[in-house]
């Protein structure tokens, strides 16, 4: 079956600096990924949409600057967190889909913990 | 604007016991709706993927129903086992670009 792929699964940082997380669909072709962020005992939230060879959809209230997002190829996505402050500090889950097909479940990477001490 | 809920938000029932999980959304103008797993600090597994137009799909011991015009799913476990202990993430596609909206998820317990 899909595969994602997430990268580093966990990782701990100092405030001030970035912290760039890889997202592979290890299997298929990715046109579009999608970048959510889900805090302790909450649900996850899109911040994102990644489409290979165009700029990112961001949703509103997450701030483009910060989280630099780059669909380099259709099966890489990277976000990077810029910057980082102790409140960025989430769990990260990126999801790909196989293009535009609206029949095919979405596949979820393991996810990454960014700590910011 | 399309919203998710789930209730409850936690279960702790005894092993072999049978039991459903409610997911609602107010916004009948979906694509499919897909429940998944999420165990403790990990990602998403997929459990089943029901289209607008399907009524229901079975996985196993796994069973979910849509009913798109009163904004419902549900998602029965049968012989629960300890196993099965987990949070139970529901969502719904809402447009052509894969966007997910989730719910709040129910945490289950299954006692041994």
């Known amino acids: 079956g899909a595969v994602v792929s997430q990268h580093p699964s966990w990782v701990i940082c100092k405030s001030g600096t970035s912290v760039k997380i890889e997202c592979r669909s290890l299997?298929?072709?990715?046109?579009?990924m999608f970048w959510y962020r889900q805090f302790p005992k909450q649900s996850l939230m899109l911040m994102a949409t990644?489409?290979?060879?165009?700029?990112?959809?961001?949703e509103q209230g997450v701030e483009k600057d910060k989280f630099l997002i780059n669909h380099a190829s259709l099966t890489l996505s990277t976000l990077t967190v810029t910057s980082a402050h102790p409140e960025d500090s989430s769990f990260y889950i990126c999801?790909?889909?196989?293009?535009?097909?609206?029949?095919?479940?979405?596949?979820f990477g393991n996810g990454t913990r960014l700590t910011v001490t | 604007k399309q919203e998710v809920t789930q209730i409850p938000a936690a279960l702790s029932v005894p092993e072999g016991e049978n039991l459903v999980l409610n997911c609602s959304f107010t916004?009948?103008?979906?694509?499919?709706l897909q429940w998944f797993r999420q165990d403790p600090g990990k990602g998403l597994t997929s459990l089943l993927l029901?289209?607008?137009?399907?009524r229901e799909q079975t996985s196993g011991r796994l069973n979910a129903s849509l009913d798109k015009s009163s904004g419902r799913s549900t998602l029965y476990i049968a012989a629960s086992q300890p196993g099965d202990s987990a949070t139970y993430l529901c969502?719904?596609?809402?447009?052509?670009?894969?966007?997910?909206?989730f719910g709040q998820g129910t945490t289950l317990q299954v006692k041994p």
């Open positions: 299997d298929f072709q990715a046109t579009t």
């Open positions: 999801s790909a889909s196989m293009g535009l097909v609206n029949n095919s479940p979405l596949h």
């Open positions: 969502a719904v596609r809402v447009s052509n670009t894969g966007k997910l909206i």
């Open positions: 916004d009948s103008a979906i694509y499919n």
């Open positions: 990644s489409n290979e060879g165009s700029k990112a959809t961001y």
């Open positions: 029901i289209q607008s137009s399907q």
